[in-house]
Every structure is written in structure tokens, then in C-alpha cells.
């Protein structure tokens, strides 16, 4: 059974529908990402990624350039993710240049997941490399 995307926002937790939630999981988690934003977009999220988990093992946070960066790129996923009927997962418009998302929540929430989920996230990117760095049984299950 899938867990729901959750974050934390003044108190309460926000939760994606499912479909959201499974979809962007997916296009962050593996090889589909070049379907919703390009190869470009893929190598940018790849090395993110990668500098998120050195980050990680050194115990520093990201820091909000980093998160300000990440935002185009999450925004341009989910302007992708479309149900079965091609509607749109994510309702927005535009204002000028910039989309305005009527649940700008569930946009942070995608941004925020990826930060706590970078350590799978880059056992995913070494084994599609097929680049492993020890004996972390993460690592073992993800080759196998």
C-alpha cells in the first residue's frame, strides 16, 4: 500500500490526492522524468539530487537558493502531470510568466518531499548508472 506525500505547513499536514502524490513520485523516482520536462531538466534534477545526498551525509540542509532553484523545475512537473482524460493534476494560470497554481500547497509539498526522499532518490539515479558506493542494503536492493 502506497504511503501519502505529506508535509508540514503552520500545523498542519497537507496531503496530495493519490494520483498526484504516485505521479510525481514516479517522474522524481525514475528513468520517466524525460517524458514531463526534457533531458536537460533530467541532468539539472540528477546532479541536485547528488549534491543533496553529499549534503545529506555532511548534514547540511538545503539552503534556500538551492530550494529557489528547485522551484521552476517542480513547477514545470507538475504543469506535465495530466490524468487519463488529459486534464491537468495541478489546476493553474498564467500571470505574466509565472503559473499561479490554485493549490500552491501541493507544489511546496512536492518540492519538500524530494529533500526527506534525496537518499533514495540517489540510490535510484547510481543504479540506473549502475554506480553503487558500498554495502548500504539500500543500495544491494536497488541493484537487485
Not at 39 to 64: D, R, T
Request: glycine share 6%.
Amino acid at each position: 500500500m502506497k504511503k501519502s506525500s505529506t508535509v508540514k505547513k503552520s500545523g498542519a499536514v497537507k496531503k496530495l490526492n493519490t494520483a498526484q502524490s504516485l505521479l510525481a513520485n514516479i517522474a522524481l523516482k525514475t528513468k520517466l522524468l524525460p517524458m514531463f520536462g526534457g533531458e536537460f531538466l533530467v541532468k539539472q534534477w540528477k546532479a541536485s539530487e547528488q549534491v543533496k545526498y553529499i549534503n545529506l551525509l555532511q548534514g547540511v540542509g538545503a539552503g534556500a537558493c538551492e530550494i529557489e532553484q528547485l522551484l521552476p523545475q517542480v513547477q514545470i512537473l507538475a504543469m506535465s502531470l495530466v490524468d487519463d482524460k488529459g486534464a491537468p493534476l495541478f489546476d493553474f494560470k498564467w500571470e505574466g510568466n509565472n503559473p499561479v497554481f490554485s493549490d500552491a500547497d501541493a507544489i511546496d509539498t512536492i518540492l519538500e518531499n524530494r529533500a526527506q526522499e534525496a537518499s533514495e532518490v540517489f540510490v535510484e539515479i547510481s543504479a540506473f548508472n549502475g554506480v553503487f558506493y558500498g554495502d548500504d542494503k539500500e543500495e544491494i536492493a536497488a541493484k537487485n
